[in-house]
């Protein structure tokens, strides 16, 4: 008497992928409801309400996709051959910003699993925003997923504090732990964007439910090299101080760690999901994966968000199923029934050698292709059947994410018309809304100007001394005016440097109107700025750079009732002779404009210049040769 079971995968060639990598020619397996009951032999014991002839292919555990952020399935190709920042912060982040909903991740993550599942992926680790509707179209989906719900120091679309996202962290874990096909974590985004208390937060959270913590670790040299200075020790030492460690750890990336980090994420039973793709097209570089295996290191292979396809060792990213509770992973009695069935017959896996046993593992690695994936299986379930999807619509899913994407066309483009929107996108450019007088002359020495400025004739509120680093960047169309980025080091009276900030100012070309010599300007706008002059460099993709660095000498003074900055500039790259003197001042009506205009003509004349030492343009003007 032969005992029941469900299915029956007869004729194939069995990759078990346990412990001893048993294969099976010509094997079957058996499976019950949700599981694997039997594997090779053993299933002959095994009578089936259905059989499946599988010769001439291969069945094999379904695959896992260790990193992803499925709902990024939408954004694919929307920015490419970026480096890493300016990727995410001058396009990922703000279109982010602008769509992510719970309608926005739930068709992505259906687009995203189709996807997957025509690969051959049966489990993936996520991390996004809303991740609880994720989990929901995952599971409707029947993939089986690590779902980790983003917190970061920063807003985003799901919350606008960090308090907000853990709080949705741990409401989204209390509901799903213990799904069949769901575990819920929590991932602090990285520890660059995290807070030491945010990743102990997050840990503890983890540690309560029992739960793993998903997290990107040491992923480009910046944030390795940050580290060291900020923090004096590189990343996972950092991190395993503020406790991160306390939990299961699937960190990602993990590109640049030395040996003693390596030892140290093997010694916390950490994962690492190794991304190639999406670290070479971000030119992150490449992970020590083999020393990683050397040590013993749990190492999975993932996507990350919109990147695809795998290559090297295919069978690796199995190995963290681990981290899901040792219930898939493996075709062994007991396990959850994930498998594929791939055929062996297309032209690229013609021929095949018998010489070598194991033979079919390099096929499947090196020949095979996701479209080789026939049938794919998740807990029992059939997902897809001779290619064709069983849990999702395809059809419907092209024309949806079509829509989408020309909404998130239209919001670009509507950006990318000028440099002053892609300056209000990346960091909050304030307009300033006055109007500015301002005449600048050239003095043959400095000695007369400091004579006034310490006489009776000016009073003086407040007096600086700098050396300026200045950027500026032009655009093929004019109009769009210079872009400049403003290193400022403060000196004191020795000239040591005592400080030093950064700012972006883009200014318009236009001049209002020409008082006798003195200038009136319309507004500028400014922004803080928060990244390197590379980083705007790559971003705003200027048609023209020009570097200007002087020495500033500043003073707030008042002349006849009025208030003036005065700067008093020596040009050091490219050198020039001389000095230069600014007179400024701010004004909102044309007729304070004119007014001002005739004190700022005397204090000119004080200073020892005249009307025709007078220069409209700016420094960079002067040294770009352009008016
Ligand atoms: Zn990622």
């Known amino acids: 008497m032969r005992a029941p079971c469900d299915l029956l995968l007869a004729n194939a060639t069995v990759l078990t992928m346990d412990q001893k990598f048993t294969m099976y020619r010509s094997g079957r397996v058996a499976i019950a409801g949700d599981r694997i009951v039997a594997v090779g032999p053993d299933a002959d014991a095994y009578d089936a309400g259905a059989t499946i002839d599988c010769l001439g292919r291969v069945v094999m555990p379904g695959l896992v996709n260790a990193h992803t952020h499925v709902p990024m399935a939408l954004l694919r190709g929307l920015a490419d051959d970026l480096r890493l920042d300016v990727w995410l912060m001058g396009y990922m982040l703000p279109v982010e910003r602008e769509f992510v909903s719970p309608d926005f991740v739930r068709l992505g993550t259906r687009l995203g699993c189709a996807e997957m599942i025509r690969s051959g992926v049966t489990c993936f680790a996520d991390m996004y925003y809303f991740e609880e509707t994720i989990a929901e179209a995952t599971a409707e989906a029947g993939m089986r997923a690590l779902c980790a719900q983003t917190v970061l120091r920063f807003p985003t679309p799901d919350a606008t504090s960090y308090e907000g996202s853990l709080a949705r962290a741990r409401d989204f874990i209390e509901r799903w732990r213990g799904h069949p096909l769901i575990v819920p974590a929590p991932a602090p985004h990285a520890p660059y964007t995290c807070t030491p208390e945010i990743l102990r937060a997050c840990a503890e959270l983890a540690v309560e439910f029992d739960v793993p913590l998903h997290i990107h670790m040491s992923e480009s040299v910046q944030e390795v090299e940050d580290s060291r200075r900020v923090n004096g020790m590189p990343v996972v030492p950092w991190v395993k101080k503020h406790g991160l460690f306390d939990a299961k750890v699937l960190a990602a990336h993990c590109v640049h760690v030395d040996d003693g980090e390596m030892r140290a994420l093997k010694n916390v039973g950490a994962g690492v999901a190794h991304n190639p793709t999406s670290n070479l097209k971000l030119g992150a570089g490449i992970a020590p994966v083999a020393r990683m295996l050397e040590l013993g290191l749990n190492v999975g292979i993932g996507t990350d968000g919109a990147a695809s396809n795998n290559d090297l060792?295919?069978?690796?990213?199995?190995?963290?199923?681990?981290?899901?509770?040792?219930?898939?992973?493996?075709?062994?009695?007991?396990?959850?029934?994930?498998?594929?069935?791939?055929?062996?017959?297309?032209?690229?896996?013609?021929?095949?050698?018998?010489?070598?046993?194991?033979?079919?593992?390099?096929?499947?690695?090196?020949?095979?292709?996701?479209?080789?994936?026939?049938?794919?299986?998740?807990?029992?379930?059939?997902?897809?059947?001779?290619?064709?999807?069983?849990?999702?619509?395809?059809?419907?899913?092209?024309?949806?994410?079509?829509?989408?994407?020309?909404?998130?066309?239209?919001?670009?483009?509507?950006?990318?018309?000028?440099?002053?929107?892609?300056?209000?996108?990346?960091?909050?450019?304030?307009?300033?809304?006055?109007?500015?007088?301002?005449?600048?002359?050239?003095?043959?020495?400095?000695?007369?100007?400091?004579?006034?400025?310490?006489?009776?004739?000016?009073?003086?509120?407040r007096s600086s001394h700098y050396h300026q680093f200045d950027t500026y960047w032009s655009f093929h169309d004019p109009d769009q005016g210079w872009l400049r980025y403003r290193e400022d080091e403060f000196l004191d009276e020795a000239g040591n440097v005592t400080g030093a900030r950064a700012r972006l100012t883009l200014t318009g070309r236009t001049r209002e109107a020409d008082l006798g010599g003195v200038l009136l300007f319309r507004s500028r706008y400014l922004a803080p700025a928060a990244h390197s002059p590379r980083f705007y460099r790559e971003y705003f993709r200027p048609a023209a750079e020009h570097v200007v660095e002087k020495e500033r000498r500043r003073w707030l003074l008042v002349y006849r009732g009025v208030e003036f900055y005065v700067h008093l500039d020596r040009l050091l790259s490219p050198p020039g002779d001389g000095?230069?003197?600014?007179?400024?001042?701010?004004?909102?009506?044309?007729?304070?404009?004119?007014?001002?205009?005739?004190?700022?003509?005397?204090?000119?004349?004080?200073?020892?210049?005249?009307?025709?030492?007078?220069?409209?343009?700016?420094?960079?003007?002067?040294?770009?040769?352009?008016r």
């Not at 898939?328 to 046993?357: C, M, Q, W, Y």
């Not at 090196?366 to 998740?378: E, F, N, R």
């Not at 701010?586 to 004119?594: E, F, G, I, L, N």
């Not at 420094?619 to 040769?625: K, P």
Request: hydrophobic letters at 45%; aromatic letters at 6%; glycine letters at 6%.
């Open 313 to 461: 060792d295919m069978f690796e990213e199995t190995r963290l199923a681990a981290l899901l509770n040792h219930l898939t992973g493996s075709l062994e009695p007991g396990k959850r029934a994930d498998l594929i069935i791939v055929d062996l017959d297309p032209l690229h896996n013609v021929p095949a050698f018998g010489r070598d046993p194991n033979g079919v593992y390099a096929q499947i690695v090196y020949a095979s292709k996701s479209t080789d994936v026939m049938d794919v299986m998740c807990n029992g379930r059939w997902l897809m059947r001779d290619r064709k999807l069983l849990t999702l619509d395809e059809a419907e899913l092209r024309e949806a994410a079509r829509g989408q994407a020309k909404r998130v066309d239209a919001f670009l483009s509507g950006r990318e018309v000028s440099v002053l929107q892609k300056l209000v996108a990346v960091g909050g450019a304030v307009e300033l809304e006055s109007f500015e007088v301002q005449v600048k002359a050239r003095v043959p020495s400095a000695e007369q100007v400091l004579a006034v400025i310490a006489g009776k004739r000016v009073t003086i509120v």
């Open 579 to 626: 000095y230069f003197i600014e007179v400024k001042s701010r004004t909102w009506s044309q007729r304070d404009a004119q007014d001002k205009a005739a004190v700022i003509t005397d204090l000119l004349a004080l200073f020892g210049t005249s009307p025709d030492d007078t220069i409209s343009d700016g420094y960079v003007e002067l040294v770009a040769g352009r």
